[in-house]
């Protein structure tokens, strides 16, 4: 295998984005930042210097993380944030893993505007499990605020409210033709004829999104990184952090055509969205012609459920992988949104603010002195409390707001029914695991009943991240085969400060193997300001 090396550098860059220029915190002054490229089984390093303002950290969404915790990188979690002038290099490798994952800030909003694709081709010698594409494009989705972001979420955090809309959607980090002033347009360039790979990321922080290309279908090859059965479809449906790699035949008439984005609203009651419905596009061209203006396909109804849940239903796993059984670790998670009286720490906030909770407990990250990781690799007590509960409060019961885990012996088998309540306010949660790919086994509107579905053994598709409808459920399966501090959060952002995750403390094992090794030196889990490079 071979070692990728990169160097991200974080830092203020200026941007022309609807009529104005605008400061942003990118890196390597790009947006989106730089694509890491790498093949299945590769050593990664990446340097991270942080020139910008804020304390921030990156995470490398999907990628495992098998035995090197200390590099996932969501704040105060696995690491200390990486403070200004200070750099972390963050090293690990992407073994059993091909397809399209991304990387993004896990420090506060500011994966707005600091986020990028992360692509993992099959090893060296090995081919892709269908034709192999004559043309690759990465089109990552995302959101832009005309605000400074960490202005906007700590604005709303100390009124105890959701932040506002974001101000647009991209592609590839341009708003595209029909956003007033939009001058700028992605384009990709295809020959006629051919099979073109799209990679396509949500980015975005706030919205699930949908994905069409004018009179062109889609052939779905994978997801968040694992390949799947092939799924026909003339769109593509992401909630936030979901990847989809899709093929695309150019057989149409030579010409160009909008590739289309659309916020899916999922609020139940709508009233509550008031969503962007703009829709962002980019456009598809094939080589030395074009059509003005070019093609528009027809997207769905914004608030269209029945579109998303056909193509998340519809995605089955290629071959037929090993279903770990028995379960020894069977939980029902049920996500909730609620108030909770104000923190004296929210000056503006005004009786109650809008909270969040799995189990009833919302979430809140520990003190910032001591990240989770490094409790757990120092043994520093009084960080958290592993009584995380296995299924619902009493209802009636309010939230309470906890540093709660739940501690899972290594190799234990793990099943969680991931339960999104009927009773309004509601939305389809996005809810992401780090560590870990789980298996899909089975997903459905209304109440879970045990018993009553019969679960996929035979090819569940594995994912990273799953919408869990408003009203609606999902059941997920993984093994702890993997040492160390793992967040499982609404991938919704503004969820996150909300109390909508939860952590699983995963004990090392006992055979050669199975234990943790020692971190980096340059780690920083205890977050003593000596311990910082400098840059
Ligand atoms: Cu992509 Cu914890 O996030």
Redesign the pocket.
């Known amino acids: 295998a071979a070692t990728a090396k990169y160097t991200f550098t974080v830092g203020s860059m200026q941007i022309n984005q609807l009529c104005s220029s605008t400061s942003i915190i990118a890196v390597n002054g790009q947006l989106p930042g730089p694509s890491i490229e790498v093949n299945e089984g590769d050593d990664v390093v990446v340097k991270v210097v942080n020139n910008s303002p804020y304390n921030i950290t990156i995470?490398w969404?999907g990628v495992l993380q098998l035995m090197t915790p200390w590099a996932d990188g969501?704040s105060m979690v696995t690491q200390c944030p990486i403070q200004p002038s200070s750099s972390y290099t963050y090293r690990f490798s992407v073994p059993g893993q091909e397809g399209t994952l991304w990387w993004?800030a896990?420090s506060s909003f500011l994966r707005a505007t600091v986020y990028g694709a992360f692509i993992i081709r099959p090893r060296r010698g090995n081919a892709y499990p269908f034709p192999a594409p004559d043309k690759e494009v990465p089109i990552v989705l995302g959101e832009w605020w005309n605000r400074n972001v960490v202005d906007v979420e700590s604005d709303a955090i100390l009124a105890g409210q959701l932040p506002t809309q974001s101000d647009a959607f991209t592609v590839n980090g341009k708003t595209g033709l029909l956003y007033q002033c939009a001058n700028e347009t992605f384009t990709a360039v295809v020959e006629p004829n051919t099979r073109v790979l799209l990679r396509v990321i949500n980015a975005g922080l706030n919205s699930h999104l949908f994905f069409k290309v004018a009179g062109h279908n889609f052939t779905v090859v994978a997801v968040d990184a694992g390949y799947t059965a092939n799924l026909n479809t003339d769109t593509l449906v992401l909630a936030p952090?979901q990847t989809v790699d899709a093929l695309v035949t150019t057989n149409a008439a030579p010409g160009s055509y909008y590739m289309a984005v659309l916020a899916h609203d999922t609020m139940s009651p709508l009233t509550f969205a008031a969503s962007d419905t703009t829709t962002a596009t980019a456009i598809f061209q094939y080589n030395g012609t074009s059509t003005n203006p070019p093609a528009m396909p027809t997207m769905p109804s914004s608030s269209d459920a029945g579109t998303a849940n056909a193509f998340y239903f519809g995605l089955r796993g290629l071959g037929t992988p090993a279903v770990p059984s028995p379960v020894d670790v069977s939980m029902t998670i049920e996500l909730g949104l609620g108030q909770l009286p104000c923190d004296p720490s929210q000056t503006r906030c005004n009786g109650t603010a809008a909270a969040a909770a799995m189990n009833g407990v919302s979430f809140r990250l520990p003190s910032p002195e001591t990240s989770l990781l490094g409790a757990h690799v120092d043994g520093v007590t009084g960080v958290f409390t592993a009584d995380f509960p296995d299924g619902p409060p009493p209802s009636g019961t309010a939230m309470s707001v906890g540093t709660k885990l739940k501690k899972l012996s290594y190799n234990s088998v793990v099943e969680i029914v991931l339960q999104n309540p009927a009773a309004v306010p509601t939305e389809n949660h996005p809810i992401?695991l780090?560590g870990f790919n789980f298996f899909v086994l089975a997903q459905g509107m209304g109440s879970f009943t045990p018993g009553s579905v019969a679960y996929n053994l035979v090819d569940p598709v594995a994912r990273n991240t799953i919408a869990v409808p408003g009203g609606g459920w999902a059941v997920i399966r993984f093994v702890a085969n993997n040492p160390g501090m793992w967040?499982f959060?609404c991938?919704l952002d503004p969820h996150v400060p909300m109390g909508l995750g939860m952590v699983f403390q995963v004990e090392s094992g006992t055979t050669p193997g199975s234990t943790l090794p020692t971190p980096p030196g340059d780690w920083v889990g205890v977050c003593d300001a000596q311990h910082y490079a400098a840059a």
Do not use: K, M
């Open positions: 995470h969404h969501p993004h896990h952090g992401h780090h967040f959060h991938h």
